[in-house]
């Protein structure tokens, strides 16, 4: 297989010793698949690579090859100006692509926030789906837009009917449902004081809310009697 040049230039910027650390953050990923190109200088490329000719081809261009590029093609699409018709469906092509946490949780399309209305209707969808990292981003996208403005606590029950034994759905749900104690506290506390998550789900989304710095001392004590 011919290496591309956009490839050619990710070596360039290789890094191996931090290919190695990085690989053991992202276990699920063959380290082949890893170039090890250092966060800022992978998203300055990605910048330069948004307004060069040959980006709509390299982002027609799946499955790619290595981490990197799937980075680099999330936030190309997360940093877009183009109205939200032409992004969602940009990121409907490429969440069955994320096979890792890390790029699906990088994956957060800025013009969501000014959407709001219409990025809720693929939400449902996003959690039904039988791929993990779709799902997982899902949750993330609620946890990152719609815990503030757009909230509506029928969304903790869309996270809470979740039932996926995989872990990294498991761990975002514990982790949305933390956080949403920390912004939602009345909404979220009664599916914690009735048991509605799942046992794991449950347990992990008291730790986390423990550990939080944003969570008051008193409030911490009640989700301990609750473990």
Not at 29 to 36: E, M, S, V, Y
Not at 73 to 97: E, K, M, Q, Y
Not at 137 to 153: A, C, R, S, W
Request: net charge neutral; charged share 30%.
């Amino acid at each position: 297989m011919t290496m591309t040049d956009i490839q050619r230039d990710l070596f360039a910027m290789q890094d191996e010793a931090y290919r190695d650390f990085h690989s053991k953050l992202v276990p699920a990923l063959d380290k082949q698949r890893i170039i090890g190109v250092r966060t800022p200088i992978l998203r300055r490329y990605a910048r330069q690579l948004a307004s060069r000719d040959d980006c709509a081809a390299f982002l027609a261009d799946l499955p790619h090859r290595y981490y990197e590029e799937n980075n680099i093609h999330a936030w190309i699409i997360a940093s877009s100006s183009r109205d939200i018709d032409t992004v969602l469906p940009l990121v409907d092509g490429f969440l069955p692509r994320i096979d890792n946490w890390a790029t699906c949780d990088l994956f957060a399309p800025k013009i969501f926030s000014k959407h709001r209305h219409r990025v809720i209707e693929y939400i449902p969808r996003w959690l039904s789906s039988s791929h993990t990292y779709t799902v997982r981003f899902g949750i993330v996208t609620l946890l990152q837009f719609f815990l503030d403005e757009g909230f509506d606590p029928q969304h903790l029950d869309w996270v809470a009917d979740i039932d996926r034994d995989d872990y990294y759905i498991r761990i975002a749900a514990a982790w949305y449902f933390s956080i949403a104690l920390v912004k939602q506290w009345d909404a979220t506390l009664p599916y914690i004081r009735e048991r509605r998550l799942p046992e794991w789900t449950h347990r992990k989304t008291i730790q986390k809310a423990v550990e939080s710095y944003r969570i008051d001392a008193e409030r911490k004590t009640l989700l301990k009697n609750l473990r």
